[in-house]
């Protein structure tokens, strides 16, 4: 009687070929698992980008109160996601009931995040929903709006500070990219 089976050797070749697609395959996940993070980190960039541009345009136009010795970029991160009441001015107040239809026919960025409220209250204008993670922090806990480095309008490219206002944002991460750039200079 004759026990058909695997031979040692082919059980070998069999092993060895199933860890040579295991060394393929780890370093394409680890690829792939760092571009994600990378897309999600230019995602997060844009987003609060965007925002901080919302929010200068609306006090350049008069939307938001700003001294004359401010930059009309927000304090903080927090303050896109909290809102600002909106300067309510004479023309405001007189066209608002009557410029209601139209005015949310229109479809115009100096719009961006208003939420009214009551027809009796200030208008909020809000910028962001949420202040976005930077993807690369290694600690989770931290709040997203201290997980980003900030440079102040005052403040040199080549030398980004932290000031009163916040002109832009970057990454902590001293890490490296795949485009051969720091996370912090996207």
Sequence with gaps: MRV??????ELVVTLALVSLMAMVAVPL?????????EMELRTAL???RTALDAYKDAADAGKV?????DSGYPPSLKVLVEGVDA???????????SN???NSASNSSSNFGTNSGNSNGPTRLMFLRQVPRDPFT??????????WDTRSYGSPPSDPQPG????????KSTAVGSNGLAYKDW
Excluded at 4 to 9: D, E, K, N, V, Y
Excluded at 165 to 170: I, P, S
């Design 4 to 9: 058909s089976g695997f031979t040692l050797i």
């Design 29 to 37: 996940y680890e690829v792939t698992a760092v571009r994600m993070k």
């Design 46 to 48: 844009r987003q609060i």
């Design 65 to 69: 109160q700003k001294d004359a010795s």
């Design 87 to 97: 300067v309510q001015t004479a023309a405001n107040m007189a066209g608002s009931s």
């Design 100 to 102: 209601a239809s139209s």
């Design 138 to 147: 290694p600690d989770p806990s931290v709040p997203p709006e201290e997980q």
């Design 164 to 171: 009163k206002d916040v002109y832009d944002v970057m990454s």
